[in-house]
Every structure is written in structure tokens, then in C-alpha cells.
């Protein structure tokens, strides 16, 4: 049952509002906290506060959305609070219809990623996986445009087409284009089919994948990787549904659920001349973000364990030495789900036996080495130059350095909001260093808008580089 909190200091618009929705049927429970159990909750709050803060914290970490009502002058801001962690913020008008729906687009949503088809996919319960697997249910599930699913190598953007292929309303097939894997000039063989004696080679007619697609999903795979040549033509099919075959002069019709994925920067590619910018536009309708696995540590043990057990066939998850997991939470990975899927199947070919998985069964090039990042020693991928903790054989959080940071700000008599606020400013400071000054590059690097880095670094400067 979803959750109802007064933060207003009982004032009279929001003790109406507790009112109005109970008449309404909409069934709350009154809570002094958010409930981990539970999906949605709902906070009436008079200000921004650190209690509210502080709660919105607590229902991230319990992966709890939460909707916050301001009183009806509007005096409490929308973006402050949906930048602490709230899904929705609106001043108290009565309008209960929208609460109940907004309440169950929740239940609808969150079901749908507690699914089989989903949770068989794509593993995982950390709040990074979770905020991009919204953002996919909701545009595969509630939406017909086009998704671009963007992100690091390796970090599941076929596995994300897939579900969201599944959890869409499309009748047909899931068609697989890698863009990567074939030759320019057959592409558009590939994509459009092509007459008998097209070319050289064109022996027979062939259909080709927007064909097969229609009335389902497409997917191109490294969607940058397409030919600009082709680019207006598959614009066109997107668009109107019609394209005709290499070397034919009839036009052909499909209807399919275009779904792209790529690791390059396409905004910077299209200032660059290097991909059409009507056709970004059109492919980009819903972007989607997969995390990488550094933002997602929650996971890699239970990754790690079913990886395991695909490579051994085991039905059961393998006990793994506290020491091992040591090693797998601080290592870097720079191919992120391929590169510790790989790590797996090398420790279960040398594990032997039915007891846990033991340091000796770490391969000697993954084992830790004093003096080295405890990521991979060899890797120089990109994970591998952040500023992760050499290995000191301590529990993983002892010489974490941001717990360190975060120890020191409590020590220091910071709040929760301060301590969020300042490490928010730091890492679109590091982003924006790293990127080369760019500020598109930073944004895409933390996975916020333009203009919100943009903002941040206005803050920083109007603070004489001082967070908060």
C-alpha cells in the first residue's frame, strides 16, 4: 500500500489533501518514514527542507517513487526537489484523478521490471539499474517512437533492446541488425533487401531486415556506424513506413518499432558531419542510458554468481571467499558486463570442487597487486584511471575513498542535502576536466542535460567554487 507523509507541519491545505484522497478512495498509509516494502508514496511538504531531503534519500535507497505536493501558491519549486530524488513534484490543486493515475503508472511500471522477461535479462537491483530501466519500460510499454539506447561498451544496450522489445505492444519479430559487422556497400542489402542482379553476386531476391521486421522491432546495433549514404533512406522507412529494395523501382511498405544503440557521442557527431541530424532527432525520440558497472556495485556479486553459474551449469549460486569478493567489488571493469562475465567462466574453469570459490582460483593476471589500482593492473581502460584505492587487503569500504569524503563531510557537521549538493558539484567538475572542457561530452559523461552542467558550473562560480 503506498505511504502518505505530512512534512508541512500540519498545515490546512495538506491535511485537505489527506482528506480528499482518502475520500477518493486512494488507500495511504500514514508513515513517519518512507516504507521499504512498498513501491509509491506520497509526501505533503510546505518548503524544501532537510527532512525532506533526508526522506527522499531514504525512498531512493529503497527504490520507493515518490510524488510531493507543495501548497497550492506554488511556493515550493519543482527542480530542487526532483533533483533530491522525488518523481514528481506538484502544488496541492485537488485534482485526485491524477494522483491515482500517477499512482498507478507506478505499479504498472514497477511490475513490469520485477517481470521475468526483464529480471532474466537484465540482472540486477542497484538504483543506477533500476532509474534507466524506468526510463526504458516507460518508452517501450507507454510510447511507440523510436528509443536510442546509448552507453559504454558492454554494458547491456542489446540486452535492453530485447526487453524492451518484449514489454512493447509490437506483434512481430525482434530483427538484429549489427552495424559493425558488415561491409558498406552490402548495408544497404542488409537493411532494404535487394532484386535479382542488383550487383554482382544478387543471385536471387532477397528481403532484407526491414522486411522481416514489420510489424515489430528493429534493432541496429552501433547505429553510428551507418553509412551516411544509407541514412536518408532509413529516415524515410522510420518515417513513412516506405523504401524500396537495392536495384528496385517499387516502393515497399513496413511498420516496426525502431530501436537503435550506440557507445559513440552522436550529438558530437552530428556537429561533426558525421550522422544526419533530422535522423538523430528522429531515432533519439527516448534516450536511454545503461549504466556502467562502476555505478552499479550493488550488482556484481549477484552477477558474478550467475555468470558463474552459466559457465559451469550449476543451478545454484557458488559461495564465494570474503577475500575474492574484496577483489571483485574494488576491480575496475573496463567492458563492464562482458569484461566480468569474462572474469567468471576464467575463475570457474580453475575452481574445483563444491566449496567456495577461493582466492587461488583468481587467475594470476587478476590477481591484485600492491602498488596498482584494484582494478585490472593491465587493463588502462577507463575505469582503470579513476581514482579507485590501491589494494590493502581491508574490507572493501576501509579505504574507499569516497566513503572517506562522506565520513569526513558527517564529521564535519555537513547534512545530508550539503553533502549531496557538494559531491554533485564535484563531479561535474571532474566531468567537465575530463571531457577536454566539453561540455556536452561532461553532461553525457553524467548522464544530465546540457544546461543542467551548464547550471552547476554558473553555481560554482557565483560560490567562488564552494558547493552548496
Not at 27 to 54: E, K, R, V, W, Y
Not at 69 to 75: E, L, T, V
Not at 287 to 313: K, N, Q, S
Amino acid at each position: 500500500m503506498p505511504w502518505v507523509m505530512d512534512l508541512s507541519g500540519r498545515q490546512a491545505w495538506a491535511s485537505e489533501a489527506i482528506a480528499a484522497l482518502r475520500a477518493a478512495k486512494i488507500q495511504l498509509q500514514p508513515a513517519d518514514a518512507p516504507g521499504t516494502a512498498d513501491t509509491a508514496g506520497i509526501i505533503l511538504a510546505g518548503t524544501h527542507s532537510q527532512d525532506l531531503d533526508s526522506a527522499l534519500g531514504m525512498a531512493e535507497y529503497g527504490r520507493c517513487r515518490v510524488l510531493v505536493f507543495g501548497p497550492p501558491d506554488g511556493r515550493l519549486k519543482p527542480w530542487p526537489v526532483l533533483e533530491a530524488g522525488a518523481a514528481e513534484c506538484l502544488a496541492w490543486h485537488g485534482r485526485v484523478e491524477q494522483v491515482a493515475a500517477w499512482l498507478q503508472r507506478i505499479e504498472d511500471v514497477e511490475s513490469v521490471i520485477d517481470s521475468a522477461p526483464v529480471r532474466d535479462t537484465l540482472a540486477g537491483q542497484s538504483p543506477a539499474l533500476r532509474t534507466a530501466l524506468r526510463d526504458l519500460v516507460v518508452a517501450a510499454k507507454f510510447g511507440n517512437a523510436p528509443i536510442l539506447i546509448q552507453g559504454e561498451t558492454g554494458t547491456g544496450k542489446e540486452l535492453a533492446a530485447r526487453v524492451a522489445h518484449a514489454v512493447s505492444s509490437q506483434r512481430g519479430n525482434l530483427v538484429v541488425v549489427d552495424c559493425t559487422t558488415i561491409v558498406s556497400t552490402l548495408m544497404g542489402s542488409e537493411l532494404f533487401g535487394h532484386e535479382r542482379g542488383a550487383f554482382t553476386g544478387a543471385v536471387s531476391v532477397r528481403t532484407g531486415a526491414c522486411s522481416a521486421a514489420d510489424q515489430g522491432s528493429l534493432f541496429l546495433d552501433e547505429v553510428g556506424e551507418l553509412p551516411l549514404e544509407l541514412q536518408p533512406e532509413l529516415l524515410r522507412v522510420v518515417q513513412e513506413g516506405t523504401y524500396k529494395r537495392v536495384g528496385g523501382d517499387r516502393w515497399l511498405h513496413s511498420k516496426f518499432r525502431l530501436i537503435c544503440a550506440t557507445n559513440r557521442d552522436l550529438a558530437r557527431e552530428v556537429s561533426a558531419g558525421g550522422f544526419r541530424t533530422d535522423l538523430y532527432h528522429r531515432i533519439a525520440a527516448s534516450v536511454v542510458t545503461m549504466p556502467p558497472l562502476r555505478d552499479r556495485l550493488e550488482d556484481i556479486l549477484g552477477l558474478f554468481a550467475r555468470f558463474c553459474r552459466e559457465a559451469t551449469g550449476a543451478r545454484t549460486d557458488p559461495d564465494v571467499d570474503p577475500a575474492v569478493q574484496d577483489v571483485l567489488l574494488r576491480r575496475s571493469y573496463p567492458g563492464n558486463l562482458r569484461d566480468l562475465r569474462q572474469l567468471a567462466f576464467r575463475i570457474a574453469a580453475r575452481h574445483v570442487g563444491p566449496g567456495a570459490i577461493t582466492p587461488g582460483d583468481l587467475p594470476r593476471e587478476d590477481r591484485p597487486r600492491a602498488g596498482h589500482p584494484t582494478g585490472h593492473p593491465f587493463d588502462g581502460g577507463p575505469a582503470a584511471d579513476q581514482d579507485r584505492n590501491t589494494y590493502d587487503g581491508g574490507p572493501a569500504g576501509a579505504a574507499d575513498p569516497l566513503a572517506t569524503a562522506v565520513a569526513w563531510a558527517v564529521d564535519a557537521g555537513l547534512g545530508l542535502r550539503e553533502i549531496k549538493e557538494r559531491a554533485a558539484e564535484a563531479a561535474v567538475a571532474v566531468a567537465v576536466e575530463r571531457s577536454g572542457g566539453n561540455v556536452h561530452s561532461a553532461a553525457t559523461m553524467l548522464g544530465l542535460t546540457d544546461r543542467a552542467v551548464q547550471q552547476r558550473q554558473a553555481r560554482r562560480t557565483d560560490t567562488g567554487g564552494q558547493g552548496g
